[in-house]
Protein backbone atom coordinates (compact mmCIF):
# COMPACT_ATOMS: atom_id res chain seq x y z
CA UNK A 1 0.00 0.00 0.00
CA UNK A 2 0.97 3.86 -0.71
CA UNK A 3 1.06 5.75 2.45
CA UNK A 4 -1.47 7.88 1.70
CA UNK A 5 -3.64 4.63 2.23
CA UNK A 6 -3.43 4.62 5.38
CA UNK A 7 -5.06 7.92 6.58
CA UNK A 8 -8.86 8.87 6.46
CA UNK A 9 -11.25 10.88 7.98
CA UNK A 10 -11.66 9.54 11.80
CA UNK A 11 -14.47 11.95 12.34
CA UNK A 12 -16.36 10.87 9.26
CA UNK A 13 -18.90 7.58 10.55
CA UNK A 14 -19.14 6.17 7.68
CA UNK A 15 -16.04 5.66 7.07
CA UNK A 16 -15.86 4.43 10.42
CA UNK A 17 -18.58 2.17 10.11
CA UNK A 18 -17.15 0.76 6.66
CA UNK A 19 -14.06 -0.06 8.14
CA UNK A 20 -15.26 -1.97 10.80
CA UNK A 21 -17.27 -4.08 8.31
CA UNK A 22 -14.69 -5.10 6.58
CA UNK A 23 -12.13 -4.81 9.19
CA UNK A 24 -10.41 -2.76 6.91
CA UNK A 25 -8.45 -0.04 9.71
CA UNK A 26 -4.72 0.46 8.94
CA UNK A 27 -2.31 -1.67 10.57
CA UNK A 28 -2.01 -0.53 14.50
CA UNK A 29 1.29 0.66 15.51
CA UNK A 30 2.12 -0.37 18.77
CA UNK A 31 5.05 2.19 20.82
CA UNK A 32 6.69 1.55 24.16
CA UNK A 33 8.32 3.91 26.34
CA UNK A 34 10.68 1.37 28.30
CA UNK A 35 11.36 4.14 31.09
CA UNK A 36 10.84 8.10 31.71
CA UNK A 37 12.61 11.37 32.43
CA UNK A 38 11.73 11.31 36.23
CA UNK A 39 11.10 8.20 38.26
CA UNK A 40 13.36 5.20 38.36
CA UNK A 41 14.10 2.00 40.24
CA UNK A 42 12.92 3.47 43.80
CA UNK A 43 9.60 3.22 41.92
CA UNK A 44 9.58 0.32 40.08
CA UNK A 45 12.76 -2.08 40.67
CA UNK A 46 12.04 -3.43 37.38
CA UNK A 47 12.06 -0.15 35.45
CA UNK A 48 14.93 0.07 32.88
CA UNK A 49 18.05 2.83 33.58
CA UNK A 50 21.96 2.17 31.83
CA UNK A 51 22.24 2.30 28.40
CA UNK A 52 22.53 -1.79 28.82
CA UNK A 53 18.77 -2.55 30.61
CA UNK A 54 17.20 -0.31 27.69
CA UNK A 55 18.65 -2.39 25.09
CA UNK A 56 17.61 -5.37 26.73
CA UNK A 57 14.18 -4.13 27.11
CA UNK A 58 13.45 -2.74 23.87
CA UNK A 59 14.86 -6.35 22.44
CA UNK A 60 12.03 -7.73 24.57
CA UNK A 61 9.15 -5.23 23.48
CA UNK A 62 10.55 -6.03 19.67
CA UNK A 63 9.72 -9.93 20.31
CA UNK A 64 6.11 -9.37 21.71
CA UNK A 65 5.25 -7.07 18.82
CA UNK A 66 5.98 -3.36 19.45
CA UNK A 67 7.15 -1.81 16.12
CA UNK A 68 8.69 1.61 17.49
CA UNK A 69 10.52 2.86 20.97
CA UNK A 70 10.34 5.78 22.58
CA UNK A 71 13.66 6.69 23.94
CA UNK A 72 15.09 8.60 27.52
CA UNK A 73 18.39 7.99 28.09
CA UNK A 74 19.70 8.27 31.46
CA UNK A 75 22.89 9.99 32.69
CA UNK A 76 25.39 7.30 33.53
CA UNK A 77 26.71 9.45 35.92
CA UNK A 78 23.23 9.56 37.90
CA UNK A 79 20.92 7.34 36.65
CA UNK A 80 18.45 8.96 38.68
CA UNK A 81 18.52 11.66 36.10
CA UNK A 82 17.67 11.79 32.46
CA UNK A 83 21.08 12.99 30.15
CA UNK A 84 21.66 16.35 28.53
CA UNK A 85 24.70 14.92 26.84
CA UNK A 86 23.85 13.52 22.54
CA UNK A 87 26.89 10.95 23.39
CA UNK A 88 24.41 9.27 25.85
CA UNK A 89 21.32 9.23 23.43
CA UNK A 90 23.89 7.16 20.66
CA UNK A 91 25.21 4.60 22.91
CA UNK A 92 21.41 3.74 23.45
CA UNK A 93 20.56 3.95 19.69
CA UNK A 94 23.30 2.09 18.72
CA UNK A 95 22.93 -0.43 20.96
CA UNK A 96 19.10 -0.87 20.27
CA UNK A 97 19.74 -0.72 16.04
CA UNK A 98 22.40 -3.50 16.36
CA UNK A 99 19.85 -6.18 17.72
CA UNK A 100 16.15 -4.35 16.24
CA UNK A 101 17.73 -3.40 13.29
CA UNK A 102 14.32 -1.86 11.80
CA UNK A 103 12.59 -0.86 14.64
CA UNK A 104 11.56 2.70 14.68
CA UNK A 105 13.55 4.61 17.32
CA UNK A 106 11.82 7.80 18.57
CA UNK A 107 13.93 9.77 21.29
CA UNK A 108 12.58 12.31 23.54
CA UNK A 109 12.94 16.30 23.38
CA UNK A 110 10.89 16.29 26.42
CA UNK A 111 14.25 15.03 28.33
CA UNK A 112 13.56 15.61 31.88
CA UNK A 113 12.36 18.10 34.19
CA UNK A 114 15.38 19.89 35.09
CA UNK A 115 16.88 20.43 31.62
CA UNK A 116 17.12 23.39 29.95
CA UNK A 117 15.34 23.99 26.24
CA UNK A 118 18.97 23.67 24.54
CA UNK A 119 19.74 20.47 26.80
CA UNK A 120 16.64 18.85 25.64
CA UNK A 121 18.15 18.75 21.83
CA UNK A 122 20.78 16.78 22.76
CA UNK A 123 18.41 13.46 21.84
CA UNK A 124 18.20 14.84 17.60
CA UNK A 125 22.21 14.61 17.84
CA UNK A 126 23.07 11.18 17.96
CA UNK A 127 24.28 8.82 15.80
CA UNK A 128 23.12 6.40 14.57
CA UNK A 129 20.10 9.29 14.50
CA UNK A 130 16.65 8.37 15.30
CA UNK A 131 13.95 8.00 12.96
CA UNK A 132 11.61 10.39 15.13
CA UNK A 133 11.17 12.29 18.21
CA UNK A 134 8.82 13.62 20.28
CA UNK A 135 7.87 17.27 19.80
CA UNK A 136 5.96 18.98 23.00
CA UNK A 137 3.35 21.56 21.90
CA UNK A 138 3.55 23.41 24.97
CA UNK A 139 3.82 24.00 28.81
CA UNK A 140 3.36 21.78 31.81
CA UNK A 141 2.93 21.65 35.51
CA UNK A 142 4.12 18.35 37.38
CA UNK A 143 3.97 17.80 40.96
CA UNK A 144 5.00 14.25 41.60
CA UNK A 145 6.07 12.72 45.16
CA UNK A 146 9.56 10.80 44.11
CA UNK A 147 10.59 8.12 47.07
CA UNK A 148 13.90 8.02 48.60
CA UNK A 149 16.26 6.49 46.11
CA UNK A 150 18.31 3.90 48.81
CA UNK A 151 21.41 1.73 48.37
CA UNK A 152 21.87 -0.85 46.86
CA UNK A 153 20.43 1.62 43.93
CA UNK A 154 23.22 3.58 42.03
CA UNK A 155 22.61 7.00 42.71
CA UNK A 156 20.93 7.21 46.06
CA UNK A 157 19.06 10.49 47.28
CA UNK A 158 16.09 11.51 49.44
CA UNK A 159 12.59 11.45 48.67
CA UNK A 160 11.31 14.83 47.90
CA UNK A 161 8.00 16.36 46.16
CA UNK A 162 9.25 17.74 42.76
CA UNK A 163 6.67 20.93 41.79
CA UNK A 164 7.49 22.69 38.99
CA UNK A 165 6.36 24.67 35.58
CA UNK A 166 8.18 23.34 32.27
CA UNK A 167 8.45 26.09 30.31
CA UNK A 168 8.07 26.49 26.83
CA UNK A 169 7.38 29.15 24.11
CA UNK A 170 6.38 29.39 20.05
CA UNK A 171 9.91 30.15 19.21
CA UNK A 172 11.19 27.03 21.36
CA UNK A 173 8.74 24.60 19.68
CA UNK A 174 9.61 25.90 16.54
CA UNK A 175 13.17 25.53 17.01
CA UNK A 176 12.80 22.18 18.10
CA UNK A 177 10.49 21.27 14.90
CA UNK A 178 12.82 23.45 12.67
CA UNK A 179 15.73 20.93 13.67
CA UNK A 180 13.70 17.97 13.19
CA UNK A 181 13.01 18.81 9.80
CA UNK A 182 16.94 19.78 8.45
CA UNK A 183 18.10 16.46 10.10
CA UNK A 184 15.57 14.11 8.53
CA UNK A 185 13.97 13.24 11.82
CA UNK A 186 10.08 13.07 11.80
CA UNK A 187 8.56 14.79 14.67
CA UNK A 188 6.06 12.94 16.75
CA UNK A 189 3.43 15.91 17.67
CA UNK A 190 2.84 15.29 21.27
CA UNK A 191 -0.87 17.23 22.39
CA UNK A 192 -1.53 17.39 26.04
CA UNK A 193 -4.88 19.59 25.16
CA UNK A 194 -7.31 21.09 22.72
CA UNK A 195 -5.36 24.56 23.37
CA UNK A 196 -2.27 23.15 21.83
CA UNK A 197 -3.72 23.07 18.57
CA UNK A 198 -3.12 26.53 18.41
CA UNK A 199 0.90 25.69 18.11
CA UNK A 200 0.25 23.17 15.79
CA UNK A 201 -2.15 25.40 13.60
CA UNK A 202 1.87 27.88 14.19
CA UNK A 203 4.19 24.91 12.70
CA UNK A 204 2.07 24.50 9.85
CA UNK A 205 1.67 27.42 8.51
CA UNK A 206 5.38 27.87 9.30
CA UNK A 207 6.72 24.80 7.25
CA UNK A 208 8.76 23.55 10.21
CA UNK A 209 6.35 20.29 9.90
CA UNK A 210 5.14 18.19 7.27
CA UNK A 211 2.82 16.07 6.37
CA UNK A 212 1.66 13.12 7.28
CA UNK A 213 1.15 14.36 10.60
CA UNK A 214 1.42 11.97 13.66
CA UNK A 215 -0.47 13.49 16.54
CA UNK A 216 -0.03 11.63 19.67
CA UNK A 217 -2.91 12.34 22.76
CA UNK A 218 -1.15 12.90 26.04
CA UNK A 219 -4.46 11.75 28.01
CA UNK A 220 -4.39 11.64 32.02
CA UNK A 221 -1.03 13.70 32.52
CA UNK A 222 -1.17 16.61 35.04
CA UNK A 223 -2.45 19.95 33.60
CA UNK A 224 -3.14 17.35 30.16
CA UNK A 225 -6.72 16.84 29.10
CA UNK A 226 -8.61 14.16 31.20
CA UNK A 227 -8.93 10.66 29.80
CA UNK A 228 -12.52 10.06 29.04
CA UNK A 229 -13.84 9.08 25.50
CA UNK A 230 -15.78 12.55 25.23
CA UNK A 231 -12.33 14.53 25.44
CA UNK A 232 -10.52 11.84 22.84
CA UNK A 233 -13.14 12.32 20.83
CA UNK A 234 -13.07 16.06 20.93
CA UNK A 235 -9.77 15.96 19.75
CA UNK A 236 -9.86 14.01 17.21
CA UNK A 237 -12.97 16.39 15.84
CA UNK A 238 -9.53 19.18 15.56
CA UNK A 239 -7.19 16.65 13.78
CA UNK A 240 -5.81 18.69 10.52
CA UNK A 241 -6.48 16.87 7.24
CA UNK A 242 -3.47 14.08 6.62
CA UNK A 243 -3.18 13.13 10.18
CA UNK A 244 -2.90 9.92 12.12
CA UNK A 245 -3.22 9.63 16.22
CA UNK A 246 -1.74 7.73 18.52
CA UNK A 247 -3.27 7.62 22.43
CA UNK A 248 -1.19 7.74 25.78
CA UNK A 249 -3.20 6.89 29.12
CA UNK A 250 -1.24 7.75 31.87
CA UNK A 251 -0.96 5.57 34.63
CA UNK A 252 -4.66 3.32 35.56
CA UNK A 253 -5.76 4.90 32.15
CA UNK A 254 -3.04 3.39 30.12
CA UNK A 255 -5.56 0.57 29.55
CA UNK A 256 -8.55 2.30 28.92
CA UNK A 257 -7.26 4.77 26.76
CA UNK A 258 -5.29 1.59 24.59
CA UNK A 259 -8.42 0.09 23.94
CA UNK A 260 -10.61 2.99 22.80
CA UNK A 261 -7.78 3.77 20.27
CA UNK A 262 -7.99 0.68 19.43
CA UNK A 263 -11.73 0.83 18.61
CA UNK A 264 -11.07 4.07 16.88
CA UNK A 265 -8.44 3.02 14.25
CA UNK A 266 -5.65 5.13 16.17
CA UNK A 267 -2.36 3.80 17.19
CA UNK A 268 -1.09 3.33 20.88
CA UNK A 269 1.99 3.63 23.25
CA UNK A 270 2.36 1.69 26.27
CA UNK A 271 5.41 1.06 28.60
CA UNK A 272 6.78 1.67 32.06
CA UNK A 273 7.42 5.53 31.39
CA UNK A 274 3.82 5.95 31.70
CA UNK A 275 2.45 3.26 33.94
CA UNK A 276 4.53 1.05 36.69
CA UNK A 277 1.37 -1.57 37.05
CA UNK A 278 0.26 -4.49 35.47
CA UNK A 279 -2.90 -4.25 37.39
CA UNK A 280 -4.14 -2.92 40.56
CA UNK A 281 -1.38 -3.57 43.22
CA UNK A 282 0.95 -5.03 40.76
CA UNK A 283 3.69 -3.98 39.52
CA UNK A 284 4.90 -4.62 36.02
CA UNK A 285 7.88 -7.30 36.13
CA UNK A 286 8.92 -6.07 32.32
CA UNK A 287 7.88 -3.50 29.26
CA UNK A 288 6.76 -6.27 27.07
CA UNK A 289 4.22 -7.60 29.36
CA UNK A 290 2.02 -4.17 28.52
CA UNK A 291 2.88 -5.03 24.76
CA UNK A 292 1.56 -8.76 24.69
CA UNK A 293 -0.94 -7.90 26.68
CA UNK A 294 -2.06 -4.86 24.10
CA UNK A 295 -1.56 -7.26 21.30
CA UNK A 296 -3.27 -10.10 22.27
CA UNK A 297 -6.09 -7.33 22.59
CA UNK A 298 -5.91 -5.96 19.35
CA UNK A 299 -6.11 -8.78 17.79
CA UNK A 300 -8.96 -10.11 19.46
CA UNK A 301 -10.91 -6.95 18.34
CA UNK A 302 -9.83 -8.36 14.33
CA UNK A 303 -7.31 -5.36 14.39
CA UNK A 304 -4.26 -6.01 12.68
CA UNK A 305 -0.89 -5.04 14.71
CA UNK A 306 1.60 -3.23 12.33
CA UNK A 307 4.92 -4.67 11.31
CA UNK A 308 8.27 -2.48 11.62
CA UNK A 309 7.92 -2.27 7.55
CA UNK A 310 4.17 -1.20 7.47
CA UNK A 311 4.62 1.40 10.38
CA UNK A 312 7.50 2.74 8.41
CA UNK A 313 5.20 2.98 5.15
CA UNK A 314 2.16 4.12 7.51
CA UNK A 315 4.58 7.53 9.48
CA UNK A 316 6.46 8.33 5.27
CA UNK A 317 9.55 6.91 7.08
CA UNK A 318 12.66 5.63 5.06
CA UNK A 319 12.88 1.58 4.60
CA UNK A 320 15.37 0.43 7.36
CA UNK A 321 18.99 -0.32 5.92
Not at 134 to 142: A, I, Q, T, V
Not at 184 to 200: A, D, M, R, S, T
Not at 208 to 219: D, G, L, R, S, W
Request: net charge neutral; proline share 8%; hydrophobic share 35%.
Amino acid sequence: MKQEDYIWDYRNPYAWMQKVRENSFPPMIITCAVTGGVQGKEMNENLPESAEEQADAVYEIYKAGAVSVHVHARDPNNLSMTTKNAEDYSRVNKLIRERCPDIIINNTTGGGPWLTIEERMCCLFADPKPDMASLNLGPFMLKVPLKDRKEPLLHPRPGYMFDACIPTGYSDVNMYAKTMKEKGIKPEIELYHPGQYWVLQDLMMGGNITPPYMIQFVMGFQTSSFPTPANVLGLINELPPQSMFSLIGVGPYQLSMNVFSIMMGGHIRVGMEDNLYFKKGEKLKSNAQLVTRIKKIAEEMNREVATPKQAREILGLPKAS
